[in-house]
């Protein structure tokens, strides 16, 4: 007996923005940009191509040909898509990272201090004001 298989198709499952958001989020986790498109796109299909299309002010050709993979669309065109898909980008902070050490006042590279770039300002007194008027 042979197993038999049916294509799937996660736009079918897509039916609730909960469902929507939950799928993009791990999507996205994976930062992969073919990924990223190939679920923009099951997220279009799942709403409708021509709804998108008008709601995103892109032709219906020039969706299907930014959302697949391979492509390149600019963060206009996906942030257009996204929008008009109801969603939105966000940033959380990755756990593992490590934020930069703040650079201490008046401590510059060497090479910079000795090319002349950086100098510190010192207080004019007020004999040096009286100086610069004359």
Do not use: C
Not at 34 to 47: G, K, M, Q
Request: charged content about 25%.
């Amino acid at each position: 007996m042979r197993t038999k298989f049916s294509a799937f198709d996660p736009a079918e499952y897509l039916d609730s923005d909960e469902a929507i958001a939950a799928y993009i989020n791990e999507v996205m986790a994976e930062n992969d940009s073919d990924l990223f498109l190939s679920a923009l796109n099951d997220i279009a299909r799942a709403r409708g191509m021509t709804q998108v299309a008008e709601a995103s002010g892109l032709g219906r050709e020039s969706l299907y040909k930014a959302l697949k993979p391979g492509a390149k669309p600019g963060f206009t065109t996906v942030d257009k898509v996204m929008r008009a898909l109801g969603l939105r980008m966000t940033a959380t902070p990755l756990q593992q990272h490590k934020p930069a050490k703040p650079a201490k006042p008046g401590k510059a590279s060497k090479s910079i201090q000795s090319a002349g770039q950086l100098r510190q300002a010192k207080p004019v007194t007020p004999k040096q004001k009286r100086r610069a008027q004359v």
